[in-house]
């Protein structure tokens, strides 16, 4: 339909402009701009964020992004075993139609459907690694468990939970369903999540879990040398991190600081007489409660004179009771040193655990707290380093907690025995 141009009725009545008429779309809700050609501000699409709508990006991205990482490590673990218990019994006979096969009639639909999304791939060259032109690659994390759960007499060998890994399979489908949406994800349902695949990995591995781990810190850790978390200070990480999680299964401690007060009053005597008896070798640094180094710390602390350092005897007096119930006191060994405190460090050697890939797993741990001046070692802030974490294997950079390791063995080789 047309319109006249000056808006005074048909073309009879005035004569006719040679150009268009300028239209300007105001779509409701959107921001305030200019035209050209136009006098004042007139109604236009804002395309720029604000920042607050930046942040609630950011936010979501962060959120969808660490369950991504869990359910992108999830569903390879389930198609792996899918893959190595169901293919030695179809391949032979049914060859490259295997997992229509062991899908059945029930699930030949959504079999045929992830075979044309895999000729599709084909031709318009999305497969990048030949080891995906495989059938099982183009299934769901729902089809995977329809497999599993059609098959669970197969799998049954190697799973024992099946009330389990199906309980954590279901926490998973919500975030599931919001990631592959893009819609918005609570950090309840993350946290629930991270919980649910960490609880299913442990049972598809056969039970191995080792020293808690964060996925996502053992992708990016080897960016920052180690580091895999930081606190404001010791409360927060003990809230994060206790005492009795950071020794779990430990095989050897290592500790130096004024008077490692995490260990002595955060751990009972019983568990670390427990610890040591399961053969945990313990060493244990203390500053010398009568050295110069205390009285200038009490200084820096504002603090009477000699209250740090019978804070000290008492901690020494405490570790001393716990070796002498010790069969072997070889094992435990305490010493003090005399030269001005620089931070305290916890360093665990954990046991070595099966990774992906039968690669074995450092569960190496450390805590490090620098002293500030004018700070207790409850408020100053604390680094988690783990061994290894996000390095290639035979990496030649050494992270963090090696360096903490040389510095500690350089002040046990200058400190003394107690008895």
């Not at 048909?10 to 239209?23: D, H, M, Q, V, Y």
């Not at 720029?48 to 369950?67: D, H, I, Q, S």
């Not at 500790?255 to 399961?278: D, F, H, P, W």
């Not at 802030?381 to 992270?399: C, F, I, K, Y």
Request: aromatic share 6%.
């Amino acid at each position: 339909m047309g319109f006249p141009a000056d808006g005074q009725g048909g073309p009879e009545l005035g004569p006719r402009r040679s150009e268009a008429p300028t239209l300007v779309m105001r779509p409701s809700g959107a921001g305030r701009g200019t035209v050209p050609g136009q006098a004042g501000p007139v109604e236009g699409p804002l395309m720029a964020w604000t920042a607050a709508e930046w942040e609630t990006a950011y936010r979501r991205v962060r959120l969808a992004g660490r369950a991504y990482v869990w359910l992108n490590l999830v569903e390879q673990k389930m198609r792996s075993l899918v893959d190595e218990v169901l293919r030695p019994l179809y391949a032979p006979a049914h060859g490259e139609d295997w997992v229509t096969a062991a899908a059945g009639p029930a699930g030949e639909e959504w079999v045929h459907r992830a075979s044309a999304v895999r000729e599709v791939s084909r031709r318009k060259g999305y497969l990048l690694d030949p080891a995906d032109d495989d059938p099982l690659v183009f299934l769901t994390l729902p089809q995977l468990r329809e497999l599993m759960v059609q098959h669970w007499p197969c799998f049954e060998p190697y799973l024992v939970e099946r009330r389990e890994v199906e309980l954590a399979l279901d926490e998973l489908e919500v975030a599931r369903h919001v990631v592959s949406r893009n819609r918005s994800l609570s950090q309840t349902v993350l946290d629930q999540t991270e919980r649910a695949a960490a609880r299913l990995l442990a049972l598809l591995d056969g039970g191995h879990g080792g020293v808690p781990s964060d996925v996502v810190e053992e992708l990016v850790g080897g960016r920052f040398a180690d580091v895999v978390a930081v606190h404001a200070d010791r409360v927060r990480l003990q809230r994060e991190l206790p005492v009795e999680d950071l020794l779990d299964g430990a095989r050897r401690l290592d500790a130096v600081g004024i008077g490692l007060g995490m260990l002595c009053q955060n751990y009972t005597g019983k568990r670390l007489v427990r610890l040591a008896t399961e053969g945990c070798r313990v060493r244990l640094l203390f500053l010398n409660p009568a050295s110069s180094a205390v009285r200038r710390r009490e200084r820096e602390l504002g603090i009477g004179r000699g209250e740090l350092s019978r804070s000290i005897e008492m901690n020494i007096m405490h570790v001393r009771r716990v070796r002498a119930r010790l069969r072997d006191q070889g094992g435990f060994e305490i010493r003090v040193f005399d030269e001005m405190p620089r931070f305290t460090a916890y360093l665990v050697e954990g046991p070595r655990t099966a990774g992906p890939g039968g690669r074995r797993r450092s569960t190496d741990l450390g805590v490090v707290q620098p002293y500030l001046r004018r700070a207790r070692g409850i408020e100053s802030p604390a680094l988690v380093l783990r061994g290894g974490a996000g390095q290639e294997p035979g990496g030649t950079e050494p992270g963090l907690l090696e360096v903490y390791r040389e510095e500690f063995e350089g002040v046990w080789a200058d400190s003394r025995a107690v008895s």
